[in-house]
């Protein structure tokens, strides 16, 4: 990395937080802390609930799902748009007429203070240790970029974003938002250009999505019903509906995004947007690693992308192991290269012979790489068990610092960077802003002053922030980190819908019945997770519908609705 | 709640609420036919 990256690179980050600062000074309550005054108009909030889902996870992860396993992420986000549409109609206008704080402060009215205790503890849980995955992102990057110690990599940055987290609260992340997302766009641009002009001279635009097609990388859609995999059509619109009606209609920080609109409408208007460019700007950020994939058709691709294995392993007593593997996939990348070659020729005449028996020439040498890259890992595990092989998250990286001109890498990084602080101040911001409302303004101080509310949710943007570095020192030991992170979603997020379904639409349950529904909900979802091999998102929809079911079967088994809930409704 | 009502009636573009939620769905189903055709075309 140059001196000019790094100039790019602080430069950018540093305008960044000034700008968060000036944005978030002067808030006296908890009101302006929260919910930024109200104030927000609909293209910050879309902006800001882009940039709260899009994390740095989403831009070093998702290329590199393309480039391992293809296009076919871009599915998990087809229900997404279905759900900004039904929490338009119903969840925006109900929030903004009650004016609550956090999505659970709901509940309480509807279904007593247990069921909303219940949900905001398990929004807690999940958000928190989602938070600690955004930290160890950018972590990563340096680990690779300078060889530093991971674990040591993701306190100093955790503490960095803790600082610049805990100072601006709801107006800082959301007009920070706005900036980064701009940024973050403009790098992937970038870097997609990049891969286009870096192909070998002759190779055209055309021709690398046709070799990324004939080698499985742009399969976007699959309309096969298998419930054991992961990403079908079906299993994301309708997995994917569940999993963004409760992500977007219940997790505190996505919620607070667009509690901040002035009106109805504008909060309105900013979840439809996304659900019209999300999905559009999934599909780009896969198909620069389809890109990137294609690439490295033409260049030989590192055994190895992660740096610090690779020099582990070579400093270790498996090094002539590890030296006659990559003499192997090297003999292979250039088998590879002269095959791709013949494969684009032959795709230019349009002989279907010849297509036929490149394609198989070109797949056999991707085979013979997979094995070999297996075999690596399995070195790699050998010589330390707790070796970190998941391709995925590195591949997109090592493209940008090997291959971007001197600035574009700084910026690019700024730009990865910037995404995961973001990310990460709305989870410290929603994680504190629940822990203060829900449970200490609720049980501990109901009646304290402003300041004292502003001071506490501080001090729990800290401590939620050093329970995320905790768990950012064993994020490595997750696999793909954007699969990760949906996984973990998954485990909760189709219960606390249950509960909000009921609550919305179940007008004769009542708090005791939803709350052991929920708790029925969230077993089911366990034991899925466990001893089965459903798909993740499939969790989203049973955690709901066994959530919902219990819950009207044990109200049809009470003998009356509890008191304190008919008062409280 | 009478501001609310109103913000509710007329969004900012689109005529109605009804038209825009259409067009995310309409939207939605042109980017699935597109990819469609995309996964196919290059298959």
């Given amino acids: 990395m140059s001196k000019f990256d790094w100039v790019v690179l602080v430069a950018t980050l540093a305008f960044i937080v000034a700008y968060g600062v000036w944005k978030g000074r002067r808030q006296r309550d908890l009101h302006a802390y929260i919910h930024a005054g109200r104030q927000m108009q609909w293209y910050t909030i879309a902006l800001s609930i882009m940039a709260t889902q899009a994390s740095a996870i989403t831009f070093l992860s998702t290329p590199g799902q393309a480039y391992t396993d293809g296009m076919r992420f871009v599915q998990f986000y087809l229900g997404l748009p279905v759900a900004m549409v039904i929490l338009s109609i119903t969840a925006v206008p109900l929030y903004h007429r009650l004016k609550v704080y956090t999505a659970y402060e709901y509940l309480e009215g509807r279904f007593g203070v247990g069921t909303r205790t219940l949900t905001a503890t398990l929004f807690l849980i999940q958000r928190g240790l989602s938070t600690g995955i955004t930290i160890y992102a950018p972590s990563l990057i340096l680990s690779v970029l300078l060889g530093w110690n991971i674990y040591v990599t993701n306190l100093v940055i955790g503490l960095l974003v803790i600082a610049y987290t805990t100072t601006g609260g709801t107006k800082a992340v959301s007009w920070t938002h706005m900036h980064q997302m701009i940024i973050i766009l403009g790098g992937m641009a970038v870097a997609l250009i990049v891969a286009i002009r870096s192909l070998p001279s002759g190779i055209t635009f055309l021709d690398a999505v046709h070799v990324a097609g004939r080698l499985g990388r742009l399969n976007a859609v699959d309309f096969s019903f298998d419930l054991t995999t992961n990403y079908t059509f079906w299993s994301g619109l309708i997995g994917g509906c569940f999993l963004a009606l409760s992500y977007f209609g219940t997790d505190q920080s996505q919620v607070q995004r667009y509690l901040t609109g002035e009106t109805t409408a504008q909060s309105r208007l900013g979840l439809l947007f996304n659900g019209l460019v999300k999905v559009p700007m999934q599909f780009f950020i896969l198909f620069v690693g389809a890109m990137v994939f294609v690439f490295y058709q033409f260049v030989t691709p590192p055994l190895v992308f992660n740096t610090v294995e690779r020099m582990k392993i070579q400093h270790s007593r498996f090094a002539p192991d590890y030296a006659r593997l990559e003499a192997a996939h090297q003999q292979n990348a250039t088998a590879k290269q002269a095959e791709v070659h013949t494969l684009v020729a032959a795709m230019r005449t349009n002989d279907a012979a010849r297509i036929a028996s490149a394609t198989d020439a070109v797949r056999g040498a991707q085979e013979r790489e997979t094995a070999t890259r297996k075999l690596t890992a399995d070195l790699l595990k050998t010589n330390d068990p707790k070796a970190d092989t998941t391709e995925t998250n590195y591949v997109f990286l090592t493209f940008v610092i090997r291959f971007l001109p001197a600035g574009l890498v700084g910026l690019v990084l700024a730009a990865i960077f910037c995404a995961s602080m973001s990310s990460t101040a709305s989870g410290l911001n929603s994680l504190a802003s629940t822990s203060v409302v829900d449970l200490y303004r609720r049980f501990v101080a109901p009646n304290a002053s402003e300041h004292e509310y502003i001071r506490v949710s501080r001090a729990m943007s800290l401590l939620w922030g050093l329970f995320a570095i905790g768990f950012a020192e064993f994020a490595n030991r997750l696999g793909s980190l954007i699969e990760a992170v949906n996984k973990l979603g998954s485990l909760f997020y189709g219960t606390i819908l249950g509960i909000f379904l009921l609550a919305f639409y179940v007008k004769e349950v009542g708090g005791t019945a939803a709350f052991i529904g929920a708790i029925v909900g969230e077993a089911a979802v366990v034991w899925c997770s466990l001893f089965t091999n459903l798909g993740y998102l499939w969790w989203n929809v049973i955690g709901c519908v066994v959530g919902i079911a219990a819950a009207i079967v044990v109200e049809k088994m009470l003998p009356a609705r509890e008191a304190e809930v008919e008062i409280a409704t | ?43």
């Fill in chain 2, 1 to 43: 709640m009478s501001d609310q009502q109103n913000d509710d009636d007329l969004p900012p573009v689109g005529r109605s609420w009804r038209n825009l939620y259409l067009a995310v769905l309409v939207n939605l189903a042109v980017l699935i036919v597109l990819f469609y055709a995309f996964t196919k075309a290059f298959q």
